[in-house]
């Protein structure tokens, strides 16, 4: 898989570069290449963005340097392998995007290319979006939540290992991601390590559940689901609607 990040602050997606994701470069399985929008500028100040027509605050990301740095991504990657002459598909973090969820990154992670756009200040002139459509372009807008940050690199970080960790070969036991929980709809169950007994600095004596202790395979999956449905109703009643 290619992931190409176009963004202001390159900096802020260095932690790419660690652990999961680095140890995935490393291996080959994914190969990252990071953009600085304000290199597609040409002034001296290397603007990226301008007031809003039509007024309003804040400011709108101009859409010349963003044409610029989608024709340059676009030809760098297709001249790669043959399986990068699959089309793109470009991602655009936005409050107004939807749901990114555990399904969206599973999707994503059948894609041999991603481009991320980080959108800055209050967003992308529209203009951007229409070119690229009308280019062919698939592009999606995602949401993590409904909150808003100061731009996308944050939300491209928190995509990007829910996407990589599901390509085969990142995570080193294939079980730890059949067994998630959002794989099953519900949320986690609660989990416990040794000790069987912990007494807290309060000085309580704290056990793990008798059932997990019984080696009874079948009671404890019971236990485990029950407790799974039982904070899925209490924390999330919406993942329950439409269950059988
Ligand atoms: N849903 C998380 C999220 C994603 C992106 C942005 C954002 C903010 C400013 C400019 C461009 C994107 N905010 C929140």
């Not at 690229?132 to 372009?137: I, S, T, Y």
């Not at 007494?199 to 029950?226: F, M, N, Y």
Request: proline share 7%.
């Amino acid at each position: 898989m290619r992931i190409d990040v176009i963004t202001i602050f390159p900096e802020y997606l260095a932690p790419l570069e660690l652990s999961l994701i680095g140890k995935a470069r490393m291996d080959g399985l994914i190969d990252v290449h990071l953009h600085n929008l304000r290199d597609y500028t040409h002034d001296r100040h290397r603007t990226v963005d301008d007031t809003p027509v039509g007024g309003g605050a804040g400011m709108v990301m101009k859409p010349e340097p963003w044409a610029e740095a989608f024709a340059d991504v676009l030809a760098s990657g297709k001249g790669e392998s043959d399986d990068r002459s699959a089309s793109p598909l470009v991602i655009f973090p936005n409050p107004a995007g939807e749901p990114f969820t555990q399904r969206a990154a599973e999707q994503r992670a059948e894609e041999p290319w991603l481009i991320f756009a980080c959108g800055r200040y209050e967003g992308i002139d529209e203009r951007v979006y229409e070119y690229l459509a009308d280019q062919g372009v698939r592009v999606a807008l995602s949401s993590l939540g409904d909150y808003v940050l100061n731009g996308g690199e944050v939300a491209v970080l928190a995509m990007t290992e829910a996407i990589v960790r599901l390509v085969p070969g990142v995570v080193g036991n294939p079980e730890s991601i059949v067994e998630e929980s959002h794989t099953s709809g519900l949320l986690e169950y609660p989990l416990y390590t040794k000790p069987a007994r912990w007494t807290s600095p309060d000085g309580v004596q704290r056990d793990v559940p008798e059932v997990l202790l019984s080696g009874h395979h079948a009671r404890i999956q019971k236990w485990r689901h029950e407790r799974s449905l039982e904070r899925t109703a209490e924390r999330r009643p919406d993942l329950l609607e439409g269950r059988e």
